[in-house]
């Protein structure tokens, strides 16, 4: 069985630039979050999506953004990028909504680096 | 939005050696997960609990759901190289709430030769 894929693994932007971050979850799993980690901050929830609706969304500005497809693939964008939007961005999927089990299957995460 | 207090921030142990950590919150959780993180990769799931008092083990590992709801322990016995890594707790509170799971800020294990 397939894990979590997320594409792409690494990527340099500069301020200002826009990124779009994809997400494929386990099969037959409806619910995609997304969170991002640094070092100073550890790992932030940033939203959770099931069955194409946003669920949860954390204390992220609105620049912070995303989507569920009717196949459970997820995106998520950043806009007018910050230096320190630069962290690692981890997808993980789950059977149904975080709220049932909160077993969450993490994938091996998009590096953004902003210069 | 709601804390978890995770320590040691490291450990530096010998190979063989137990090793224990812990996650303290100051909200009552209703689930308690553990979760590994080697370098360049995503959190594994270790161990998931779900009950207060509950105690499950995954091989040489051992969690434990604190009677007050308020904390976790994580427990490895015997450890080998392969158990370096970033071990982290996350909760979730029995309200719910927009902020998903909390995460503790990690424990980093390394393992003297």
């Known amino acids: 069985k397939a894990g979590v894929t997320q594409t792409p693994r690494y990527l340099i932007k500069t301020r200002g630039q826009q990124v779009t971050l994809s997400c494929s979850p386990i099969s037959g799993h409806r619910s995609v979050s997304w969170y991002q980690q640094t070092p100073g901050q550890g790992l932030q929830f940033l939203f959770e999506y099931f069955s194409e609706t946003q669920r949860n969304k954390g204390n992220f500005p609105g620049r912070f953004s995303g989507r569920q497809f009717s196949n459970s693939r997820s995106e998520m964008n950043v806009s007018t990028l910050e230096l320190g939007d630069s962290a690692l961005y981890l997808c993980a999927s789950s059977l149904g909504v975080w709220a049932s089990t909160g077993e969450l299957f993490f994938g091996e995460g998009s590096r953004l680096t902003v210069l | 939005g709601q804390q978890l207090n995770q320590s040691p921030q490291s450990m530096f142990i010998q190979e063989g050696e137990d090793v224990s950590m812990n996650c303290t919150s100051s909200?009552?959780?209703?689930?308690w997960l553990w979760y590994k993180q080697d370098p360049g990769e995503g959190p594994v799931l270790l161990i998931a609990l779900y009950k207060a008092g509950e105690l499950t083990s995954n091989g040489r590992l051992t969690a434990q759901f604190g009677i007050t709801r308020k904390d976790s322990f994580l427990n490895i016995s015997a450890s080998i190289p392969s158990d370096v890594g970033i071990y982290f707790c996350a909760g979730r509170s029995s309200g719910g709430g927009a902020d998903g799971l909390t995460f503790g800020k990690g424990t980093h294990l390394i393992i003297q030769p």
């Open positions: 909200s009552i959780f209703n689930t």
